[in-house]
């Protein structure tokens, strides 16, 4: 089985249903199908072979949408650029997949000068926008005119590479990420476990689609008829207006978005009536933050854990387990990323992948037909990473007697004051109940004594007044006292990936010095 399938799908059972609905227009999987096939006819055209890399950078569009098949189709391999990259990890990935093509819009147009300047090689550069191409190829004028007649078009194998996709960068530069179609065909599968996708089903990509975040589920949408609605770039408020506008019914958000759209002022003002299901996800959830979500939005959540490597996901805590009974506990299963979906085998271990008891902590390990082939180029990485057959993922986790899989702290996060195990998110759940506090992040700073202590970056909500002084005053009455942060750094936003998660090593530059608590 492989990847191309799920449209096929779609385009034999689902002809007349909508596959993409905008403001102004609608398109039917059938007109979708022919238009994917003159794409792919159009890679060929390029002269572009099976396993070369065509490089995406693209705000949410129909035209992602169609080159991720294209590129099947035609058996080129498409490497999604983060659309919050600087130039030079743009040029890095491209250089370092290889890419033939790059494929541009409107917003990342004016970079391509300083792209081919950096990556001479690079032979095509394809826009994808509206107006002039400028020196690019027009890819919507060639796409109109290409004929798919003219080749044949050979199925891609269960092993054959369907994407590269490069990772933040954060360990040590971006490593491309070799998913086949058998990886993500499985995963395909397992999202369609925890979507909630009932027929009707018109899913928002507000989550950037070059992240397996939102594109995780455009797979399983395809099987089944659904209709795709686009967001160019997450805004809270346009988020909301979409829901309302189009009757959307399903959509992922990370918990950053979630903040966004239920503290927003005009939030009331809108119905979501239509929503069946919020998938979250990326990042921790703050309960607080859970709590008014499911209070503020009439839906049911679900939560999934996971990473590029394994397609993404790993586990799912599904809608029934979303009680908010007995929070108090250690292990609530409403703080638990939940189970591991079928498919997929979960190990807690030890430094020498040793399964340690329930209830301690140690490293999620993880197997399936979702795991990455890989990091390209990178055989040293995969022998650390991919050793004895299994996932090793850095995040830091435990079972509860239920198999109730919760992620405390990635390796790097976790903070040892005095030699005591600090786990980020806990810190972070209680500071985040502060009416004051907007978005929060905590990390470890430098301390002669202790080896390290805790400082919490703080943004505040707008008119809210808050002193460090208060804040860890509010720690000190709710958390054990090695908990607690040592200094607060108050900012006006954190930084944030291409997906919204808040990127720690960032803050660790600029806030993690022992003498740099300023703002």
Same mark, same amino acid.
């Given at each position: 089985?492989?990847?191309?399938?799920?449209?096929?799908?779609?385009?034999?059972?689902?002809?007349?249903?909508?596959?993409?609905?905008?403001?102004?227009?609608?398109?039917?999987?059938?007109?979708?199908?022919?238009?994917?096939?003159?794409?792919?006819?159009?890679?060929?055209?390029?002269?572009?072979?099976?396993?070369?890399?065509?490089?995406?950078?693209?705000?949410?569009?129909?035209?992602?949408?169609?080159?991720?098949?294209?590129?099947?189709?035609?058996?080129?391999?498409?490497?999604?650029?983060?659309?919050?990259?600087?130039?030079?990890?743009?040029?890095?990935?491209?250089?370092?997949?290889?890419?033939?093509?790059?494929?541009?819009?409107?917003?990342?147009?004016?970079?391509?000068?300083?792209?081919?300047?950096?990556?001479?090689?690079?032979?095509?550069?394809?826009?994808?926008?509206?107006?002039?191409?400028?020196?690019?190829?027009?890819?919507?004028?060639?796409?109109?005119?290409?004929?798919?007649?003219?080749?044949?078009?050979?199925?891609?194998?269960?092993?054959?590479?369907?994407?590269?996709?490069?990772?933040?960068?954060?360990?040590?530069?971006?490593?491309?990420?070799?998913?086949?179609?058998?990886?993500?065909?499985?995963?395909?599968?397992?999202?369609?476990?925890?979507?909630?996708?009932?027929?009707?089903?018109?899913?928002?990509?507000?989550?950037?689609?070059?992240?397996?975040?939102?594109?995780?589920?455009?797979?399983?949408?395809?099987?089944?008829?659904?209709?795709?609605?686009?967001?160019?770039?997450?805004?809270?408020?346009?988020?909301?207006?979409?829901?309302?506008?189009?009757?959307?019914?399903?959509?992922?958000?990370?918990?950053?978005?979630?903040?966004?759209?239920?503290?927003?002022?005009?939030?009331?003002?809108?119905?979501?009536?239509?929503?069946?299901?919020?998938?979250?996800?990326?990042?921790?959830?703050?309960?607080?933050?859970?709590?008014?979500?499911?209070?503020?939005?009439?839906?049911?959540?679900?939560?999934?854990?996971?990473?590029?490597?394994?397609?993404?996901?790993?586990?799912?805590?599904?809608?029934?387990?979303?009680?908010?009974?007995?929070?108090?506990?250690?292990?609530?299963?409403?703080?638990?990323?939940?189970?591991?979906?079928?498919?997929?085998?979960?190990?807690?271990?030890?430094?020498?992948?040793?399964?340690?008891?329930?209830?301690?902590?140690?490293?999620?390990?993880?197997?399936?037909?979702?795991?990455?082939?890989?990091?390209?180029?990178?055989?040293?990485?995969?022998?650390?990473?991919?050793?004895?057959?299994?996932?090793?993922?850095?995040?830091?986790?435990?079972?509860?007697?239920?198999?109730?899989?919760?992620?405390?702290?990635?390796?790097?996060?976790?903070?040892?004051?005095?030699?005591?195990?600090?786990?980020?998110?806990?810190?972070?759940?209680?500071?985040?109940?502060?009416?004051?506090?907007?978005?929060?992040?905590?990390?470890?700073?430098?301390?002669?004594?202790?080896?390290?202590? !805790?400082?919490?970056?703080?943004?505040?909500?707008?008119?809210?007044?808050?002193?460090?002084?208060?804040? !860890?005053?509010?720690?000190?009455?709710?958390?054990?006292?090695?908990?607690?942060?040592?200094?607060?750094?108050?900012?006006?936003?954190?930084?944030?990936?291409?997906?919204?998660?808040?990127?720690?090593?960032?803050?660790?530059?600029?806030?993690?010095?022992?003498?740099?608590?300023?703002?």
């Amino acid at each position: 089985m492989n990847l191309t399938y799920c449209l096929r799908r779609a385009c034999t059972l689902f002809p007349n249903h909508v596959a993409i609905r905008d403001a102004e227009s609608t398109c039917t999987y059938a007109e979708f199908g022919r238009r994917v096939h003159r794409s792919a006819a159009l890679l060929r055209d390029l002269g572009l072979e099976k396993g070369d890399r065509v490089s995406a950078l693209l705000l949410n569009s129909p035209e992602y949408f169609e080159l991720y098949y294209s590129t099947l189709f035609s058996g080129t391999v498409i490497v999604p650029l983060n659309t919050r990259w600087n130039v030079a990890d743009i040029a890095f990935s491209i250089r370092d997949s290889g890419s033939r093509a790059l494929v541009v819009d409107a917003k990342f147009a004016p970079l391509v000068p300083e792209i081919r300047t950096a990556v001479p090689e690079l032979e095509f550069v394809l826009f994808a926008g509206a107006g002039d191409a400028a020196g690019m190829i027009p890819y919507n004028t060639r796409v109109n005119s290409a004929d798919p007649q003219k080749y044949s078009w050979q199925e891609p194998a269960e092993d054959d590479l369907a994407g590269l996709f490069y990772t933040s960068g954060t360990t040590g530069g971006p490593k491309g990420v070799m998913l086949s179609h058998r990886n993500m065909y499985a995963n395909t599968l397992h999202g369609m476990l925890v979507l909630d996708l009932q027929p009707g089903a018109v899913w928002l990509h507000s989550a950037p689609m070059f992240h397996l975040a939102d594109l995780s589920s455009l797979h399983s949408l395809s099987l089944l008829g659904a209709e795709h609605v686009f967001l160019p770039t997450f805004d809270a408020e346009e988020t909301l207006r979409l829901i309302e506008r189009h009757g959307v019914t399903n959509l992922v958000l990370v918990p950053t978005m979630i903040n966004m759209v239920v503290n927003h002022p005009n939030f009331r003002n809108y119905n979501l009536k239509t929503l069946r299901r919020v998938l979250y996800g990326a990042s921790p959830m703050p309960l607080p933050l859970l709590e008014k979500a499911m209070a503020e939005i009439p839906c049911s959540f679900a939560q999934g854990y996971g990473m590029t490597e394994a397609s993404p996901l790993i586990t799912a805590l599904q809608w029934a387990d979303h009680k908010l009974e007995n929070t108090d506990r250690k292990f609530a299963p409403v703080k638990s990323a939940g189970k591991p979906v079928i498919g997929v085998e979960v190990r807690i271990v030890d430094d020498y992948d040793v399964d340690v008891p329930v209830g301690e902590v140690g490293e999620v390990i993880a197997r399936g037909a979702n795991v990455m082939q890989g990091y390209w180029n990178r055989p040293e990485v995969n022998k650390e990473v991919l050793r004895n057959g299994w996932l090793h993922t850095g995040d830091l986790g435990a079972f509860d007697e239920e198999g109730f899989v919760y992620i405390l702290d990635r390796k790097k996060d976790m903070i040892k004051p005095g030699g005591e195990n600090v786990y980020t998110p806990e810190i972070e759940s209680a500071i985040m109940a502060h009416a004051a506090v907007l978005e929060i992040a905590v990390i470890g700073v430098p301390h002669e004594k202790w080896g390290e202590t !805790i400082r919490a970056v703080v943004t505040r909500r707008e008119g809210a007044s808050l002193t460090e002084n208060e804040l !860890i005053e509010w720690c000190r009455s709710r958390l054990t006292h090695f908990k607690c942060p040592t200094s607060v750094v108050f900012v006006e936003a954190l930084p944030k990936g291409g997906t919204g998660k808040v990127q720690k090593n960032i803050l660790r530059d600029q806030y993690g010095a022992a003498s740099s608590a300023t703002a």
